[in-house]
Protein backbone atom coordinates (compact mmCIF):
# COMPACT_ATOMS: atom_id res chain seq x y z
CA UNK A 1 0.00 0.00 0.00
CA UNK A 2 2.81 2.61 0.85
CA UNK A 3 4.56 1.50 -2.49
CA UNK A 4 0.95 1.90 -4.18
CA UNK A 5 0.89 5.97 -2.86
CA UNK A 6 4.17 6.45 -3.50
CA UNK A 7 3.86 5.34 -7.13
CA UNK A 8 0.94 7.46 -7.38
CA UNK A 9 2.33 10.38 -6.07
CA UNK A 10 5.43 10.23 -8.32
CA UNK A 11 2.83 9.89 -11.12
CA UNK A 12 1.07 12.98 -10.32
CA UNK A 13 4.06 14.99 -9.55
CA UNK A 14 6.01 13.75 -13.13
CA UNK A 15 1.94 14.49 -14.59
CA UNK A 16 2.61 18.15 -13.49
CA UNK A 17 6.30 18.47 -14.40
CA UNK A 18 5.35 17.09 -17.63
CA UNK A 19 2.53 19.70 -17.99
CA UNK A 20 4.84 22.64 -16.78
CA UNK A 21 7.37 21.99 -19.21
CA UNK A 22 4.44 21.57 -22.23
CA UNK A 23 3.48 24.81 -20.82
CA UNK A 24 6.57 26.66 -20.61
CA UNK A 25 7.47 25.54 -24.40
CA UNK A 26 4.63 26.85 -25.98
CA UNK A 27 5.31 30.39 -24.55
CA UNK A 28 9.02 30.41 -25.44
CA UNK A 29 7.98 29.13 -28.93
CA UNK A 30 5.44 31.84 -28.92
CA UNK A 31 8.31 34.43 -27.61
CA UNK A 32 10.81 32.96 -30.19
CA UNK A 33 8.10 33.54 -33.08
CA UNK A 34 7.06 36.89 -32.00
CA UNK A 35 10.89 38.03 -31.24
CA UNK A 36 12.34 37.03 -34.70
CA UNK A 37 9.18 38.53 -36.87
CA UNK A 38 9.73 41.85 -35.03
CA UNK A 39 13.52 41.43 -35.54
CA UNK A 40 13.47 40.87 -39.14
CA UNK A 41 10.96 44.18 -39.80
CA UNK A 42 12.96 46.22 -37.68
CA UNK A 43 16.33 44.99 -38.79
CA UNK A 44 14.95 44.78 -42.31
CA UNK A 45 17.25 47.82 -43.90
CA UNK A 46 20.41 47.05 -41.50
CA UNK A 47 20.35 43.18 -43.11
CA UNK A 48 19.99 44.96 -46.47
CA UNK A 49 23.23 47.17 -46.30
CA UNK A 50 24.92 43.74 -45.25
CA UNK A 51 24.07 41.70 -47.73
CA UNK A 52 25.05 44.50 -50.55
CA UNK A 53 28.87 45.11 -48.75
CA UNK A 54 28.93 41.54 -48.85
CA UNK A 55 28.15 41.29 -52.56
CA UNK A 56 30.21 44.56 -53.13
CA UNK A 57 33.62 43.01 -51.63
CA UNK A 58 33.45 39.41 -52.19
CA UNK A 59 31.93 36.92 -55.40
CA UNK A 60 29.00 34.50 -54.34
CA UNK A 61 25.76 35.09 -52.87
CA UNK A 62 25.58 37.16 -49.99
CA UNK A 63 23.58 34.12 -47.92
CA UNK A 64 25.37 31.03 -47.03
CA UNK A 65 23.18 28.07 -46.67
CA UNK A 66 24.30 24.93 -45.13
CA UNK A 67 22.63 21.89 -43.48
CA UNK A 68 22.95 21.18 -39.79
CA UNK A 69 21.53 19.17 -37.48
CA UNK A 70 19.06 20.23 -35.31
CA UNK A 71 15.97 18.58 -33.14
CA UNK A 72 16.18 14.79 -32.73
CA UNK A 73 19.31 14.71 -35.01
CA UNK A 74 17.24 16.16 -37.94
CA UNK A 75 18.81 18.25 -40.88
CA UNK A 76 18.08 21.65 -42.12
CA UNK A 77 18.81 24.31 -44.14
CA UNK A 78 20.73 27.20 -42.23
CA UNK A 79 21.06 30.67 -43.11
CA UNK A 80 23.69 33.12 -42.46
CA UNK A 81 25.50 36.01 -43.85
CA UNK A 82 28.32 34.73 -46.41
CA UNK A 83 31.70 35.61 -44.49
CA UNK A 84 34.22 33.11 -46.39
CA UNK A 85 35.49 33.26 -50.29
CA UNK A 86 33.45 30.33 -52.29
CA UNK A 87 34.97 26.94 -52.85
CA UNK A 88 36.75 26.34 -49.73
CA UNK A 89 37.15 23.22 -48.07
CA UNK A 90 36.99 22.67 -43.76
CA UNK A 91 39.97 20.18 -43.53
CA UNK A 92 41.59 22.33 -41.26
CA UNK A 93 38.04 22.90 -39.12
CA UNK A 94 37.78 19.08 -39.08
CA UNK A 95 41.27 18.40 -37.92
CA UNK A 96 40.63 20.94 -35.25
CA UNK A 97 37.34 19.46 -33.52
CA UNK A 98 39.26 16.33 -34.07
CA UNK A 99 41.88 16.89 -31.91
CA UNK A 100 39.66 19.04 -29.20
CA UNK A 101 37.66 15.96 -28.90
CA UNK A 102 40.49 14.23 -27.94
CA UNK A 103 41.58 16.35 -25.58
CA UNK A 104 44.43 18.10 -27.25
CA UNK A 105 44.49 21.76 -26.63
CA UNK A 106 44.31 23.53 -30.13
CA UNK A 107 43.67 27.34 -29.08
CA UNK A 108 45.71 30.09 -30.06
CA UNK A 109 46.19 33.58 -28.37
CA UNK A 110 43.58 32.72 -26.28
CA UNK A 111 40.91 31.61 -29.21
CA UNK A 112 39.95 27.87 -30.15
CA UNK A 113 38.75 29.75 -33.72
CA UNK A 114 41.25 29.15 -36.42
CA UNK A 115 44.02 31.14 -36.06
CA UNK A 116 44.19 34.32 -39.36
CA UNK A 117 41.88 31.94 -41.34
CA UNK A 118 42.40 32.71 -44.91
CA UNK A 119 39.36 31.52 -46.29
CA UNK A 120 37.91 34.71 -44.53
CA UNK A 121 36.79 37.61 -46.34
CA UNK A 122 37.51 41.22 -45.25
CA UNK A 123 34.19 42.12 -44.39
CA UNK A 124 33.68 38.26 -43.25
CA UNK A 125 36.24 38.97 -40.41
CA UNK A 126 33.99 41.71 -39.13
CA UNK A 127 30.79 39.93 -39.16
CA UNK A 128 32.34 37.27 -37.35
CA UNK A 129 33.70 38.74 -34.52
CA UNK A 130 30.24 41.05 -34.28
CA UNK A 131 28.04 38.10 -34.49
CA UNK A 132 26.32 40.05 -37.59
CA UNK A 133 27.00 36.51 -39.80
CA UNK A 134 24.06 35.11 -37.80
CA UNK A 135 20.81 37.65 -38.07
CA UNK A 136 19.80 35.29 -40.67
CA UNK A 137 19.49 32.67 -38.36
CA UNK A 138 16.11 34.76 -37.68
CA UNK A 139 14.48 33.13 -40.24
CA UNK A 140 15.08 29.37 -39.05
CA UNK A 141 13.45 30.50 -36.06
CA UNK A 142 10.59 32.02 -37.74
CA UNK A 143 11.02 28.20 -39.66
CA UNK A 144 10.72 26.68 -36.45
CA UNK A 145 14.03 24.73 -37.17
CA UNK A 146 15.35 26.89 -34.35
CA UNK A 147 14.71 28.57 -31.48
CA UNK A 148 16.62 32.40 -30.08
CA UNK A 149 17.89 29.98 -27.36
CA UNK A 150 19.51 26.32 -27.31
CA UNK A 151 22.68 24.51 -28.58
CA UNK A 152 24.91 25.66 -31.06
CA UNK A 153 23.66 23.80 -34.16
CA UNK A 154 26.05 21.48 -35.42
CA UNK A 155 27.31 20.76 -38.97
CA UNK A 156 26.42 16.68 -39.84
CA UNK A 157 30.25 15.29 -39.78
CA UNK A 158 30.39 17.28 -36.34
CA UNK A 159 27.46 15.67 -34.61
CA UNK A 160 28.83 12.13 -35.88
CA UNK A 161 32.31 12.90 -33.99
CA UNK A 162 30.70 13.76 -30.83
CA UNK A 163 30.77 11.30 -28.30
CA UNK A 164 27.30 9.70 -27.53
CA UNK A 165 26.79 11.15 -23.84
CA UNK A 166 26.47 14.35 -25.56
CA UNK A 167 23.81 12.79 -27.35
CA UNK A 168 20.86 15.06 -25.23
CA UNK A 169 21.86 18.16 -26.52
CA UNK A 170 19.72 17.07 -29.58
CA UNK A 171 16.52 16.85 -27.54
CA UNK A 172 16.30 20.51 -27.94
CA UNK A 173 16.26 22.59 -31.24
CA UNK A 174 19.30 24.31 -31.78
CA UNK A 175 19.30 28.16 -30.47
CA UNK A 176 20.83 31.23 -31.92
CA UNK A 177 22.37 32.26 -28.76
CA UNK A 178 23.26 29.93 -25.29
CA UNK A 179 25.43 29.24 -22.57
CA UNK A 180 28.19 28.96 -25.06
CA UNK A 181 28.00 32.23 -26.82
CA UNK A 182 27.71 34.35 -23.54
CA UNK A 183 29.93 31.95 -21.54
CA UNK A 184 33.33 33.28 -23.79
CA UNK A 185 32.48 31.37 -26.91
CA UNK A 186 35.81 31.65 -29.31
CA UNK A 187 37.87 31.02 -25.80
CA UNK A 188 36.19 27.53 -25.14
CA UNK A 189 36.45 24.03 -26.52
CA UNK A 190 34.60 22.31 -28.67
CA UNK A 191 34.14 19.80 -25.33
CA UNK A 192 33.50 22.76 -23.17
CA UNK A 193 31.01 23.51 -25.48
CA UNK A 194 29.24 20.11 -25.33
CA UNK A 195 29.33 19.77 -21.45
CA UNK A 196 27.51 23.63 -21.51
CA UNK A 197 24.91 22.14 -24.03
CA UNK A 198 23.68 19.12 -21.39
CA UNK A 199 23.51 21.75 -18.81
CA UNK A 200 21.43 24.01 -20.66
CA UNK A 201 19.14 21.17 -21.65
CA UNK A 202 18.37 19.90 -17.74
CA UNK A 203 17.89 23.88 -16.86
CA UNK A 204 16.40 25.17 -20.03
CA UNK A 205 12.79 27.27 -19.19
CA UNK A 206 11.37 30.37 -20.10
CA UNK A 207 13.32 31.76 -16.85
CA UNK A 208 16.71 30.16 -17.95
CA UNK A 209 15.94 31.42 -22.04
CA UNK A 210 14.82 35.35 -20.91
CA UNK A 211 18.72 35.10 -18.71
CA UNK A 212 20.32 33.88 -21.48
CA UNK A 213 18.93 36.49 -23.85
CA UNK A 214 19.25 39.43 -21.59
CA UNK A 215 23.08 38.50 -21.23
CA UNK A 216 23.82 37.98 -25.31
CA UNK A 217 24.40 41.57 -26.33
CA UNK A 218 26.57 42.70 -23.05
CA UNK A 219 29.03 39.14 -23.74
CA UNK A 220 29.03 39.65 -27.13
CA UNK A 221 30.12 43.44 -26.31
CA UNK A 222 32.90 42.19 -24.23
CA UNK A 223 34.34 39.76 -25.89
CA UNK A 224 37.55 40.56 -27.55
CA UNK A 225 38.29 36.64 -28.60
CA UNK A 226 35.52 36.24 -31.37
CA UNK A 227 36.74 35.56 -34.68
Known amino acids: MVTLGASTHSG ?78 DEMLR ?18 KLDSDPRVT ?22 GDMALVGPRPCLEWEAEMFPAEFRPRFSVRPGLTGLWQISGRSNMSTLEMLHLDLSYVRQRGLRTDLGILLRTIPSMLADDTAR
Request: charged share 15%; aromatic share 6%; hydrophobic share 45%.
Open 122 to 143: GIGVFLRKTSLDELPQLINVVF
Open 12 to 89: TRAGMVASTRSWESTLVRALDLTASIVALIVLALPLAVIALLIRMTSSGPALFQQQRVGLGGQVFTMYKFRTMRTGVG
Open 95 to 112: EMIAAELRGEDTSSNGSY
